[in-house]
């Protein structure tokens, strides 16, 4: 993966799949009938913090350990919905130590957003 760097978008698409939700709800103890029980569609609703996994993915496969992370949910995400993740990095600075990395978040489904947000961390060396 190439390394954070300011202006570098990282992508990455997923289609969560009902036994992804079911073991997250045992995972998280989050087992709400929304999740558990299908709609008149068939399909479950997926946890939000589950979709907000997405994010955390694609900022760390450049090597950013995540040390704050703000999101927005703006509507729901249903089994079989691919969702597109694109995590911007608007702010790497080196350090002595350390580099520092900030970078938006946005998930879309179908071209609408899902989730947005931003998050801070370390980038690894």
């Not at 103890?29 to 029980?37: I, S």
């Not at 597109?84 to 946005?106: K, L, N, S, W, Y």
């Not at 879309?108 to 980038?123: H, I, K, P």
Request: net charge negative; with cysteine.
């Amino acid at each position: 993966m190439p390394p954070a760097t300011d202006g570098r978008t990282h992508t990455v698409e997923r289609t969560v799949s009902e036994s992804d939700v079911r073991e997250f709800a045992d995972l998280s103890n989050d087992r709400q009938d929304r999740h558990l029980d299908p709609g008149a569609d068939g399909r479950l609703m997926i946890h939000g913090l589950l979709t907000a996994t997405l994010p955390a993915k694609v900022g760390g496969d450049p090597g950013v350990l995540a040390s704050r992370m703000a999101f927005s949910l703006r509507r729901p995400v249903y089994t079989g919905q691919q969702v597109h993740c694109a995590v911007t990095f608007t702010g790497v600075t080196e350090g002595r130590d350390r580099d520092e990395a900030r970078a938006d978040i946005e998930c879309a489904v179908d071209g609408e957003t899902v989730l947005s947000g931003s998050f801070e961390g370390v980038v690894l060396r």
